[in-house]
């Protein structure tokens, strides 16, 4: 049994380990299946850019809701340029290939 999981063990936390494990399996998982119904009613650019947008105020609004502070304007400027490389450099050849495919 690998260490992670007999630390796990050890310490009572073996199935918060497992559920959480899970969790990633099934959300990444259903990932490229949601993509691939996305592509069918919608531009690969577009659904990829929506998810992101999307994901981007989810994660603002929860920061937001445990009170912590707006971005600074360099924080904004680094956030634009790391996820406009993600969005438009990695995932938006992932999802132009799954219509190619």
């Given at each position: 049994?690998?260490?992670?999981?007999?630390?796990?063990?050890?310490?009572?936390?073996?199935?918060?380990?497992?559920?959480?494990?899970?969790?990633?399996?099934?959300?990444?998982?259903?990932?490229?299946?949601?993509?691939?119904?996305?592509?069918?009613?919608?531009?690969?650019?577009?659904m990829n850019g929506a998810?992101?947008?999307?994901?981007?105020?989810?994660?603002?609004?929860?920061?937001?809701?445990?009170?912590?502070?707006?971005?600074?304007?360099?924080?904004?400027?680094?956030?634009?340029?790391?996820?406009?490389?993600?969005?438009?450099?990695?995932?938006?050849?992932?999802?132009?290939?799954?219509?190619?495919?």
């Amino acid at each position: 049994m690998p260490t992670d999981f007999k630390l796990a063990a050890q310490n009572g936390r073996l199935v918060p380990l497992l559920v959480a494990l899970l969790i990633v399996y099934i959300v990444w998982g259903t990932t490229y299946y949601a993509l691939g119904v996305a592509m069918a009613s919608m531009p690969p650019l577009l659904m990829n850019g929506a998810r992101f947008v999307l994901a981007g105020l989810v994660m603002l609004a929860i920061a937001r809701a445990q009170g912590l502070a707006w971005p600074t304007a360099l924080q904004w400027r680094h956030a634009a340029v790391v996820g406009g490389l993600m969005a438009f450099g990695a995932m938006a050849t992932v999802a132009v290939s799954g219509v190619a495919h």
